[in-house]
């Protein structure tokens, strides 16, 4: 089974970082430290492994290059892949609304 490098961009760990701060007011500290580790791990599980099989991006058209989304819970994951790399660009936030996915 082919393994993907999975690389996590300086933007894309500060949305995570940014979303972790703001679940630490909302949820407490316990709770957002939790989410935000879940969500680290599905990010690398899912996409070292799988990543073709996240469907297309619609900002694929406005920028020309293939990005996927993967959602998760509330949020959306934008990543492109180059060769045995994907390269996580942002990780959007309100995605389906609501609270934390427990």
């Given at each position: 089974?082919?393994r ?18 703001w679940?630490?007011?909302e949820?407490?500290?316990d ?6 580790l879940?969500?680290r791990?599905?990010?690398?599980n ?10 297309i991006?619609p900002?694929t058209a406005?920028?020309g290059i293939?990005?996927?989304?993967m ?7 934008l990543?492109?892949?180059i ?15 609501g609270?934390?996915e427990?």
């Amino acid at each position: 089974m082919k393994r993907f490098a999975v690389i996590i961009s300086p933007t894309a760990e500060a949305d995570i970082v940014d979303s972790f701060l703001w679940g630490c007011e909302e949820w407490g500290v316990d709770v957002a430290e939790s989410w935000a580790l879940r969500l680290r791990d599905e990010i690398l599980n899912q996409l070292r492994l799988f990543p073709l099989r996240f469907p297309i991006a619609p900002e694929t058209a406005e920028v020309g290059i293939e990005f996927r989304q993967m959602i998760s819970g509330r949020y959306r994951v934008l990543f492109y892949i180059i060769g045995n790399e994907v390269r996580v660009t942002h990780v959007r936030g309100a995605f389906l609304g609501g609270g934390v996915e427990e």
